[in-house]
């Protein structure tokens, strides 16, 4: 519970706030415009609000990459727990070598399915994220691209 579970409320909570803090951003920091009119001399001023569509849009999205994250961590951190769980109730269970064997195998492919969970938001992020990060990585690969070429050449 400690290692599985917390973590994941934790960080579902701090995502949840994190959203409702840009919408609360997003609302307070609205770009304006001030204009002065030239026959009265007087400044008007127009606000530019982004269309509420684009906002629920951009909204879902968040949600969505929340959720896929979160449950893609439940997904790959939870048999390791459960694992833990069965080796402390059978700690005290004569095991045979292949018994002991087999389980050392499984707590290791489990724990490489906790380290996949760790770098697994890169990837969320990067095929989910929209076309900022997407075009920022692909111009910083064929940067890295052009540099080797010009190296071997």
């Keep these: 519970l400690v ?44 606000t530019n609000m982004r269309n509420p569509l684009q906002r629920k849009k951009s909204d879902r999205h968040l949600l969505i990459m929340l959720f ?18 069965y080796s402390t109730l059978t700690r005290n269970v004569l095991k045979s070598t292949l018994q002991n064997t087999i389980e050392n195998f499984m707590f290791n492919i489990f724990l490489l ?25 692909f111009s910083l690969m064929e940067a890295l691209r052009r540099k080797m070429m010009h190296i071997l050449h």
């Design 3 to 46: 290692t599985i579970l917390f973590p994941i409320i934790v960080m579902f909570i701090f995502g949840l706030m994190t959203i409702s803090n840009v919408r609360k951003t997003q609302s307070r920091l609205q770009p304006e415009t001030l204009t002065m009119n030239a026959r009265n001399g007087h400044e008007s001023t127009i």
């Design 68 to 85: 896929i994250q979160v449950l893609l961590i439940l997904l790959f951190t939870l048999p390791l727990s459960a694992y833990k769980l």
């Design 113 to 137: 399915a906790l380290y996949v969970s760790c770098g697994m938001p890169f990837y969320i992020y990067t095929l989910s994220g929209g076309r900022v990060f997407r075009k920022a990585l």
